[in-house]
């Protein structure tokens, strides 16, 4: 089946410093992959998604490079903001079966600090 | 743009109380989703339906229940609610873009059982 794994509960980090939130997935059917961020108090919004194998998506500063021969889609940023302080989910859907759904990772805590 | 907008935002209950969570959008998005949010347990999908009546059951439907009367509303019942329980319930819709599928979702409803 297909599943989502986010090793990272919780990042700490200074401001300034880079940032890589972890995300590898098993998918049964060619996988399209996301980034979803949330606020405290908000809802989850997108932030990117993968388009074609190593083609990088960016948002925000934040970029990721799906790579189907490691089967990730880790979140990068060169430099971490506090307003980056939020919850990160990355997403799974795929093409075939069921693609009205997506399946989450457990969800990675990002703290910027000054 | 569209919005959802689920209510109550806040829901204390009782064990063994059946409870309602109501959830609307205006997007036109033909399917919506039930969540549910734990901390470190990620995002944990309850029912979706792919179109008005139509429903399917997630990872996490035992003991819940929930009906899409029409196109724009999707509710979800609490058939027992479990003494001290906490969580929150995101509702979400979406619509396919090109290579996948795009979720949005509401701000959620906080449920604390007393």
């Known amino acids: 089946g297909d599943s989502v794994t986010q090793t990272e509960g919780l990042v700490t980090l200074t401001e300034g410093l880079p940032v890589m939130l972890n995300c590898t997935y098993q998918?049964?059917?060619?996988?399209?992959l996301f980034w979803y961020v949330q606020h405290l108090n908000e809802a989850p919004k997108l932030l990117l998604k993968?388009?074609?194998?190593?083609k990088r998506p960016e948002h925000q500063g934040f970029h990721a490079t799906l790579h189907k021969s490691s089967s990730s889609f880790h979140l990068q940023k060169s430099s971490a903001q506090l307003s980056d302080s939020a919850l990160y989910y990355c997403a799974l859907g795929n093409s075939g079966g069921s693609n009205a759904k997506l399946t989450f990772g457990k969800g990675t805590k990002l703290s910027v600090k000054s | 743009g569209g919005i959802i907008t689920q209510t109550p935002k806040f829901l204390i209950g009782q064990e063994g109380q059946k409870l309602t969570l109501k959830c609307q959008q205006n997007f036109n998005h033909d399917t919506m989703y039930w969540y549910r949010q734990d901390s470190g347990k990620g995002l944990r999908l309850i029912y979706y339906?792919?179109?008005?009546?139509?429903?399917q059951k997630g990872d996490l439907s035992e003991g819940y229940d929930a009906s899409r009367e029409k196109k724009s509303s999707f509710s979800l019942t609490v058939t027992s609610a479990q003494k001290n329980e906490m969580a929150v319930f995101l509702c979400?819709?979406?619509?396919?873009?090109?290579?996948?599928?795009?979720?949005?979702f509401g701000k959620g409803t906080r449920l604390t059982v007393v």
């Open positions: 339906s792919i179109t008005e009546n139509d429903l």
């Open positions: 998918s049964t059917y060619s996988p399209f």
């Open positions: 993968s388009f074609t194998d190593n």
């Open positions: 979400a819709s979406s619509i396919v873009r090109g290579l996948g599928t795009e979720v949005f």
